[in-house]
């Protein structure tokens, strides 16, 4: 059975750092796209970041760039999501994500370009 866990986030203070996780297991996804999404209530869920299947490209919103860092262990097939001076507005549940598609050159922005998705874990960040 396929799986990605997701861990790390919480409340914390606006300026604040969290680092999250997100575990595969099952299956290997080092040749793989994986990527972060978040959602908060009443909005739809909105891409975060993505890093590439050799891990040796990242792209991310504009919302987040300069403050959050996706990066992944290939050894431990795990995806980390570094979030920096944290803000109010981006207390949301926070998804990762694997595309299916075998070492793919393009980027996938949309919720629907993912097959595989953790439970989420929520993030709060507190004025």
């Known amino acids: 059975q396929v799986q990605l866990v997701e861990s790390g986030g919480g409340l914390v203070q606006a300026g604040g750092s969290l680092r999250l996780s997100c575990a595969a297991s099952?299956?290997?996804?080092?040749?793989?796209?994986m990527g972060w999404f978040r959602q908060s209530p009443g909005k739809e869920r909105e891409f975060v970041a993505a890093?590439?299947?050799?891990?040796?490209?990242?792209y991310y919103a504009d919302s987040v760039q300069g403050r959050f860092t996706i990066s992944r262990d290939r050894a431990k097939n795990t995806v980390y999501l570094q979030i920096d001076s944290l803000k109010p507005e981006d207390t949301a549940v926070y998804y990762c994500?694997?595309?299916?598609?075998?070492?793919?050159?393009?980027?996938?922005?949309?919720?629907?370009?993912?097959?595989?998705w953790g439970q989420g874990t929520q993030v709060t960040v507190s004025s």
């Open positions: 890093i590439s299947w050799s891990g040796g490209r990242t």
């Open positions: 099952g299956r290997t996804f080092n040749s793989n796209t």
């Open positions: 994500a694997a595309d299916d598609s075998y070492r793919s050159s393009s980027w996938s922005f949309s919720p629907d370009e993912y097959e595989f």
